[in-house]
């Protein structure tokens, strides 16, 4: 195959796929009678545009990230976690529970106690659907979808009942919250006049730690055989069930950092609606990184500015909130059929014969002629 | 500055909601508030709304809004407090308003509370007076915010009538999930309930479910006058409303008078922040003494300034 | 019932090429076959066999070249247009759905049966029988397909393709997974069936090759190298043509051992996945240094031993004495800590993860040990300087040793196996039909290192279905039926029949 | 006794929309496509469902017929939607799991958006009522449990033996299950298996489609965006209790909707208990039912999840 016919696949295939993106983002944009142009250009490029923007399209890269790094190591030990919600939400209670017994202890130590906190609650939910299917073989398919109500409904009791903020009930309705925790919890918002925050190194330093446990240490090694091959990992001498459940846990436990960090870093309380659906676009931001750390900090970043974008369209361009939905839908469906596009060489090697046909032919006609 | 100067008489309000201004709940009343001021203040106001908010995109949508000079943003729920009060500490030049709490966060924000127990109370007297059974439905959401306030004023106005009512409290622990109120509704009404309530935008499920039983002498008092205008109307015998326009009005005067935040500004029917209405379709399911009872209890709220000697709402507790 | 209406006199396959992204797997190739002919075709792993067999099916369309079927151009787009000239395919991989009885199994192919809101299974029902006594393969209609012995899907399979009405059948090494007996069979009713049929047959085992065909074809890299007629060569040229040296399978003709035993096996009780005695009240042992074969029809027990002895599968009483320790019970990383070696009888799902490099199926079983790794981070310089020095040492044709384990060929799979195995020195080693499905070469340098190791001193439990690899590489024959051992003789004494009557389950002395 | 009467009439019709997506569903695995889109398709049904009767239905003679015109407009597009789906992951071979997501957020925004732009807020339509079998209704208990529902409740019951029969006794069953399980066996016997599993894409769409149309015209009659709630996800999640076989996932979705009903009338009876934990009863039920009944799952399709294309050996 020649390199320059290899490219010019790679390109048209890259283009019709924008195409494709767009005729079908246009089909329902003209539905309902938008800018449809205008709608994408907002949705690419107006985050970018200026400080605030690229900083909240950061801010929303650290939970995805860390969601994403947890959905990995889960995703290649063999078990798909789609409970990050839930787990993310047990992290939170966790953090808060922490923050508010122990107000008065120094940032250096509360913040990395309440994090801890926070993995610990985020893995214990996780451990549950590990166990059922190492130990009972319940898919965790079900068991994920199940608990992430199931702690929905827990986080509830949690902050209308224990942990709920004394000022709902002397000057407010009981909203389900807590109080806003101590100030000594409060990471960094390192440039000011945004909303980004120390969580962001913090992620990319989870990225380089999960880098190093999967390809570069032997826990790793083995959860990763257990994921690819669990024939051959049990052959292997490799405690398949602990290793599901060591992983389960580790994905829970980084969703519940992913929940530590948005309160100790934007919401600065446990409110509801902070998970804000974080559990499932991290799955997609895990696999379109290619489960792989290195992939999945550029796909958070695309995932933020795709959800940050997307969001500024209804007050841009004027397209109701829930086409945020639809425009997120379409772009993972043609992403991820492209990818696989790219990365079929059978299809590339007969779209090329093809063209070689063509092209002899009009040779074939040329000497004719 | 000079700018700011120029159009001074026009105020930019900013509104951020969980969900959407047709929800038939507690944005639309607010959505609803705003524009009925628009038509009350012809120029005065300039409009934008945020729907479908979660936590950390209201923060982005406050940025922007703050970049794009408005004077008032509302954050349109408790949870936006934490929010608003940063934001108003880093934006002073700005007002802010938020809502459910009598709070006082900053020198720019004001809060607003609905004190809901009172419509809840109004609609308590009704059931519990009107109830042949003598059991009554309540489908809530989440018990807290304002639906825990509803409900609780009309637990204690169906008990201040009717001692031997029985109110079966049932939760869908969802506020938008209608699916699941018409399920609770159901259950209910299969239990005896013959006249059921709820708040929130879950609430219209359950309604759902009593229209269902047409002819049936199953009835629903409602939160949002709204409820009395949708087809499912002629089950409905009576609904309060929110006047949110009051609210912004009260804010646009205080803006006029220069006064940029620092006061709660409460809703109830003394200030004229409810409306009540009976259904006119259904008026003659009321009889006299439940309207005289009605009444009373409306006189005593709109002639006293406190309320609370009648509708005690964190008292009630039922679970 | 007849489903074809025309018979193939002639099948020529004219300059077919087919290529996959960077690999020409069929270059060229051109070959004839007549009514009532059987055509051999050989050659080494991955030389295009099942490739040219798959174009000639219709489940893949050449890039170049034609088929003619009686001097008529035809244009196969899926195996039902192959179907319907009557050609038949048994493939190498059995395409069987597990959890699908023999009947749906067949019905699935049999559109006749499918009436619009009903299958009708009486139907294939009466056709498999009509199959059955014709060619006398008798089948059980109604067993799922997971509780049929290898020997039992092949037949199946046979089955099958003759249900749907197959003149001209295709095998795809039908035999590497049978037993003698069968194998022996198998080729005595294709005899039988090639008076009328015409087949092609694939094998690396040239004594079918002789026995059966009457024309041979010879491919290597993609290309026919030789063509010719079965008579007129010995199986020792075919191997040469095929191989492009001489290919000599080793002889273990040391002296017998004098060291003690390495494995005891003590009246072993051991449940199958379906719950019955695999293995019932078996003792065997094993000397230091010795090879001893393990014969039998597979399903006998053999891969429970080989699992209960690695620890994969409970033992339900008896002692797996190790170089003097009971190991029965143990977890697999005791047993493999105690220095097992085992060749797993599922080389592709078992015995690599398939996804992982080959450098990286080289450390399976040692990620933990000092070697490979300190403080639980992996020595990667170490790991693959050892992977590339095995690599050459196992002649494994890969580019790299970064290539995925699971797109090497079958050979290359189990030399990566071996590799790992040998390399670990264990004390014993357990080696579950190491050579199945692999060409001659490969044969040859597996069996080599097997008694190399052998006469290095190790202990090797060969299990085996092929008694000619049995008896050339052990010192001791043991022959296995229904979980128990049945005899065990010096291989001087291991007759092909002997050992054939024994695994029938004969006992020795009744039968003389 | 009424108490248990009412729990258990009222689980009937509670678990049909769960049934019929998951029944889909089902068909969809079978074939060894996991759709976890199931949510946006359910989404989309319940909208175009009521959209029928809403617009063109109202004040037409026979307004009812309307109703059943949207049942079959949402089944259609619903149809359509799994064969697009199918385009995503069985042509271009995408991950199912993430196409899946891609789905349900696109089905669920294009229903919320075109709600939002051609209706406005949370409606109502007069819907599909409760048809009592004549007679049959009448008797005591019995009558309620059974013979007072829904109609769309009556064919929901009726499609599990249809499924069943469809699955195990018919040629598309047997191949249905032949390329959810093998599909390079089902290919080298001349079934198309990509056609196979995009049939079954249909057929899986057009249920979840159903499935949200009955949410929106009979269950409840009423639409808003954000009806389904997570319903979908958990019929994906019943086809895994229910092991792929028909009956059993109708055991679930009775399961999951009998502790439902019975959870309410427990909040009914008014104890003083938070009620978050009643709430979460019927998830935790599933789960602890399944976890209990330890059963292999070597019934499933095992080649779930994997594209199928002849040359590429994965
Ligand atoms: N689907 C495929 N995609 C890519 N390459 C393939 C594919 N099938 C076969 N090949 C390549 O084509 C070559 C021929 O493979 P083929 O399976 O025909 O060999 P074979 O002669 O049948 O070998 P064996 O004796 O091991 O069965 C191999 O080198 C292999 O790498
Ligand atoms: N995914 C793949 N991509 C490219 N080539 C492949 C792939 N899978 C297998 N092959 C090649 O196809 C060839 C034939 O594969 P096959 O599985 O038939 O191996 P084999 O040598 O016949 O093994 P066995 O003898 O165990 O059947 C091998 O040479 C292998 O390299
Ligand atoms: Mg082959
Ligand atoms: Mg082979």
Redesign the interface.
């Known amino acids: 195959m020649t390199k320059r016919f290899k490219t010019g696949y790679r390109i048209g295939v890259i283009l019709l796929a924008i195409i494709i993106t767009m005729l079908l983002g246009a089909v329902i944009l003209w539905a309902i009678g938008a800018d449809v142009f205008k709608t994408y250009m907002v949705i690419l490029t107006e985050p970018l545009k200026n400080k605030i923007g690229v900083t909240e399209v950061l801010l929303r890269m650290v939970p995805l990230t860390i969601i994403a790094l947890g959905i990995t190591v889960a995703y290649r030990s063999g078990i798909i976690n789609i409970g990050a919600e839930g787990q993310m939400a047990m992290g939170i209670l966790a953090t808060t529970a922490i923050a508010l017994a122990f107000p008065n202890l120094p940032s250096g130590v509360l913040i990395p106690f309440a994090i801890l906190a926070g993995m610990v609650g985020g893995a214990a939910w996780g451990f549950i659907p590990g166990f059922l299917k190492a130990k009972l073989e319940v898919s965790e398919l079900l068991s994920t979808v199940m608990l992430n109500y199931i702690a929905a409904q827990l986080y509830t009791f949690f902050l209308r009942g224990p942990m709920l903020d004394p000022a709902e009930l002397t000057m407010g309705s009981g909203t389900p919250q807590s109080m806003r925790l101590t100030r000594n919890l409060d990471l960094t918002r390192f440039i000011p006049g945004t909303r980004i925050h120390s969580g962001l190194f913090i992620a990319i330093g989870l990225a380089v730690l999960i880098f190093l446990l999967l390809w570069k240490t032997s826990y790793g090694y083995k959860m990763r055989a257990a994921g690819a091959s669990e024939r051959a990992a049990r052959y292997g001498g490799i405690n398949v069930p602990k290793y599901l459940i060591i992983a389960m846990m580790i994905s829970g436990g980084f969703a519940g950092i992913a929940g530590s960090i948005e309160i100790a870093g934007v919401h600065r309380r446990a409110i509801e609606g902070v998970t804000s659906g974080y559990g499932f676009s991290g799955i997609v931001v895990a696999l379109f990184g290619g489960l792989h750390p290195a992939g999945i900090l550029p796909a958070a970043f695309f995932f933020g500015l795709l959800i940050y974008g997307a969001d500024m369209t209804q007050r841009l361009v004027g397209v109701p909130a829930n086409m945020v939905q639809v425009l997120q839908g379409i772009i993972i469906l043609v992403i991820v059929a492209t990818k696989m596009v790219l990365a079929n060489p059978y299809l590339m090697q007969r779209v090329e014969s093809k063209f070689a046909a063509i092209a002899a032919k009009r040779s074939n006609l040329e000497v004719q002629a | 500055a000079a700018e700011k100067e120029a159009d001074s008489d026009v105020i930019k309000i900013a509104l951020i909601i969980e969900n959407t201004i047709d929800d038939k709940g507690w944005c639309q009343a607010m959505h609803d508030g705003i524009t009925l001021a628009m038509e009350q203040n012809p120029g005065r106001i300039e409009y934008s709304y945020s729907e479908k908010m979660k936590p950390v995109d209201a923060g982005s949508a406050v940025l922007q809004y703050a970049g794009q000079g408005y004077d008032i943003i509302i954050g349109h729920g408790a949870q936006y407090k934490n929010l608003i009060t940063e934001m108003a500490a880093e934006y002073p030049d700005i007002s802010f308003a938020f809502g459910t709490s009598s709070e006082i966060v900053g020198p720019n924000v004001f809060s607003y509370m609905p004190e809901s127990e009172e419509t809840g109370y109004l609609n308590g007297l009704i059931a519990g007076m009107l109830t042949k059974t003598n059991t009554i439905g309540l489908i809530g959401p989440v018990d807290g915010g304002d639906a825990a306030r509803y409900n609780r004023g009309f637990v204690l106005g169906v008990k201040a009538v009717n001692s031997a009512a029985n109110v079966m409290v049932a939760h869908t622990g969802s506020f938008s999930d209608f699916v699941k109120a018409t399920e609770v509704a159901q259950s209910q009404i299969r239990s005896g309930a013959d006249i059921l309530t709820g708040s929130s935008q879950q609430a219209l499920g359950g309604l759902r479910a009593v229209a269902d039983y047409r002819d049936k002498d199953i009835w629903w008092v409602g939160q949002d006058l709204a409820q009395i205008g949708i087809p499912e109307g002629y089950k409905v015998l009576s609904a309060s409303s929110y006047n949110y326009a009051a609210v912004i009005n009260t804010l646009v005067k205080k803006m006029d008078a220069g006064i940029v935040g620092g006061e709660n500004i409460p809703m109830n029917f003394n200030n004229d922040g409810f409306v009540f209405k009976f259904n006119e379709a259904t008026k003659s399911k009321i009889t006299p003494a439940i309207e005289a009872k009605v009444n009373e209890a409306l006189a005593a709220f709109k002639g006293q300034a406190g309320h609370a000697s009648v509708v005690n709402w964190s008292s009630v507790k039922y679970n | 019932m007849e489903l074809t209406t025309k018979a193939i006199d002639s099948l020529r396959i004219e300059h077919i090429t087919k290529?996959?992204?960077?690999v020409l797997a069929c270059d060229d190739i051109s070959l004839d076959i007549g009514k009532g002919e059987v055509l051999a075709l050989v050659g080494e792993n991955g030389a295009g066999k099942t490739t040219l067999m798959n174009v000639l099916?219709g489940?893949?369309h050449p890039?170049e070249g034609r088929i003619l079927i009686n001097g008529e151009e035809v244009n196969f787009r899926?195996?039902?247009d192959a179907?319907a000239y009557g050609i038949g395919?048994v493939?190498q991989?059995?395409?069987?759905?597990?959890?699908?009885t023999v009947l749906?199994?067949i019905?699935?192919?049999f559109k006749q049966?499918?009436?619009p809101?009903?299958?009708d299974l009486n139907m294939v029902r009466d056709r498999i029988d009509a199959v059955a006594r014709q060619y006398g393969l008798a089948v059980d209609p109604d067993a799922f397909i997971w509780q049929l012995s290898v020997g039992e899907q092949q037949r199946v399979e046979l089955v099958?393709t003759l249900c749907?009405g197959a003149r001209f059948l295709i095998l795809d090494e039908p035999t590497s997974a049978l037993t003698p007996q069968e194998t022996d069979d198998l080729i005595a009713l294709l005899k039988r069936m090639s008076g009328e049929l015409s087949i092609i047959f694939i094998s690396h085992k040239l004594q079918e090759v002789k026995d059966l065909s009457s024309k041979v074809a010879i491919l290597r890299h993609g290309r026919v190298v030789f063509q010719g007629n079965t008579i007129d060569h010995s199986s020792s040229d075919i191997a040469a043509l095929m191989t492009g040296h001489e290919v000599v399978l080793p002889h273990n003709d040391a002296p017998a051992c004098t060291m003690g035993p390495m494995l005891q096996l003590r009246n072993l009780k051991v449940r199958s996945d379906r719950g019955f005695l695999a293995l019932d009240d078996l003792s065997l042992y094993i000397c230091k240094g010795e090879i001893v074969g393990l014969a039998g029809v597979s399903g006998n027990g053999q891969r429970e031993l080989a699992e209960a002895i690695?620890g994969?599968r409970k033992v339900e009483s008896g002692q797996i004495l190790f170089d003097g320790k009971d190991i029965a019970n143990c977890?697999?990383?005791q047993?493999?800590?105690a220095g097992m070696g085992?060749i797993?009888e599922?080389r592709n799902?078992?015995?690599?993860?398939?996804?992982?490099s080959m450098k990286?199926n080289f450390?399976?079983?040692d990620?933990?040990s000092e070697k490979?790794?300190s403080h639980?981070?992996?020595k990667?310089k170490v790991v693959d300087v050892e992977a590339e020095q095995l690599r050459q040492q196992f002649d494994i044709r890969s580019p790299n040793i970064e290539v995925a384990a699971g797109s090497l060929s079958g050979g290359n799979i189990q030399k990566v196996i071996l590799a790992r195995e040998i390399s670990r020195s264990p004390k014993f080693l357990i080696a579950v039909y190491p050579t199945r499905g692999l060409d001659m070469g490969a044969a040859e340098f597996i069996h080599k290192q097997l008694l190399q190791k052998r006469n290095e001193g190790v202990g090797i439990l060969l299990i085996s279905e092929e008694l000619e690899e049995i008896t050339n590489l052990s010192d001791q024959v043991a022959v296995i039926f229904k979980g128990k051992i049945q005899k065990v003789l010096p291989s001087s004494e291991a007759s092909r029949r002997r050992l054939g009557i024994l695994m029938a389950g004969v006992k020795d002395d009744e039968e003389i | 006794m009424t108490f248990i009467v009412n729990i258990l009439s009222l689980g009937i019709p509670f678990s049909v929309a769960l049934l019929i997506a998951s029944l889909g569903e089902m068909f969809n695995q079978r074939s060894g496509i996991f759709n976890l889109g199931c949510e946006g398709m359910m989404a989309m049904g319940a909208f175009l469902g009521m959209l029928v009767p809403y617009t063109i239905g109202q004040g037409a003679d026979v307004p009812g017929i309307y109703n059943y015109l949207g049942l079959l407009l949402a089944s259609g597009v619903g149809a359509l939607l799994g064969l697009f789906f199918g385009l995503v992951v069985v042509t271009f071979r995408a991950p199912q799991g993430i196409a899946g997501i891609g789905m349900q957020m696109f089905g669920v925004g294009t229903a919320g958006t075109l709600f939002r732009h051609f209706i406005g807020g949370t409606q109502s339509v007069p819907g599909i009522n409760t048809a009592p079998i004549p007679g049959l209704s009448k008797i005591p208990i019995l009558g309620t449990l059974f013979f007072n529902h829904n109609p769309m409740v009556y064919v929901a019951f009726l499609f599990v033996p249809i499924a069943w029969y469809i699955l195990f006794k018919t040629p598309w069953g047997l191949r249905v299950r032949a390329v959810g399980t093998h599909p390079r066996a089902a290919d080298s016997i001349g079934i198309q298996v990509n056609k196979v599993r995009f049939q079954a894409l249909a057929v899986g769409g057009a249920l979840a489609g159903l499935a949200g149309a009955y949410l929106s015209l009979c269950q409840v009659k009423m639409f808003s965006d954000e009806i389904i709630a997570g319903r979908g996800f958990i019929a994906v999640a019943l086809v895994y209790f229910g092991h792929w076989h028909p009956v059993k996932i109708m055991a679930g979705a009775l399961l999951f909707a009998l502790a439902q009903a019975l959870q309410l009338a427990i909040q009914g009876l008014g104890i003083d208990f938070p009620y978050e934990f009643l709430v979460m009863l019927p998830y935790a039920l599933v789960i602890v039912v399944l976890a209990f009944s330890r059963k292999s799952q070597k019934t499933g399709p095992s080649a779930l999840g994997k594209p199928f294309n002849r040359e590429i050996r994965t």
């Open positions: 290529r996959f992204p960077g099916m489940l893949y890039d899926s195996p039902n179907f395919m493939h991989q059995y395409m069987l759905v597990p959890n699908m749906e199994n019905a699935l192919g049966a499918w009436k809101w009903k299958l099958k749907l690695n994969l977890s697999p990383v047993v493999i800590q085992y797993p599922e799902t078992e015995g690599i993860v398939p996804s992982f990286e450390i399976l079983k990620t933990d490979y790794s639980s981070f992996l990667n």
